[in-house]
Nanobody, 132 residues
Framework: QVELVQSGGGSVQNGGSLKLSCKVS????????MGWLRQVPGKEREGVAM?????????DYIDSVRGRFTISKDEARTTMYLEMNRLSPDDTAMYYC????????????????????????WGQGTQVTVSS
């Protein structure tokens, strides 16, 4: 049974930083992708960042967070992180981690094209609030 358990998040002022964690268990495939998505009330959930399980752990970001957010995994590849810097009120949302075992690799532009419905497993969500 695959389980994704999130931690982190909270409230921060404009320009601040936060780090989210997503501990994954029960995922035994060699190749899969994981990602972070976010959603604000009244809007569709959107992918923010993705990482694959290749030896290089390829990553991709949407343009609005590229250069500010960093997605990574620990050496054991059991925990995924999203380090968020220079946060703005526009980043306020519920953030979810997700996994897709049918995704083999991440290339530039993939996170924007990877439909929400393609993610198989989800974390419970964690709120990020950035005040101005």
């Amino acid at each position: 049974q695959v389980e994704l358990v999130q931690s982190g998040g909270g409230s921060v002022q404009n320009g601040g930083s936060l780090k989210l964690s997503c501990k994954v268990s029960g995922l035994n495939e060699k190749f899969y992708c994981m990602g972070w998505l976010r959603q604000v009330p009244g809007k569709e959930r959107e992918g923010v960042a993705m990482i694959d399980n290749d030896s290089r752990m390829n990553t991709d970001y949407i343009d609005s967070v590229r250069g500010r957010f960093t997605i990574s995994k620990d050496e054991a590849r059991t925990t995924m992180y999203l380090e968020m810097n220079r946060l703005s009120p526009d980043d306020t949302a519920m953030y979810y981690c997700a996994a897709d075992t049918r995704c083999m690799t991440v290339v530039y532009g993939k996170v924007a094209r990877h439909g929400v419905g393609r993610w198989e497993y989800w974390g419970q969500g964690t709120q990020v609030t950035v005040s101005s």
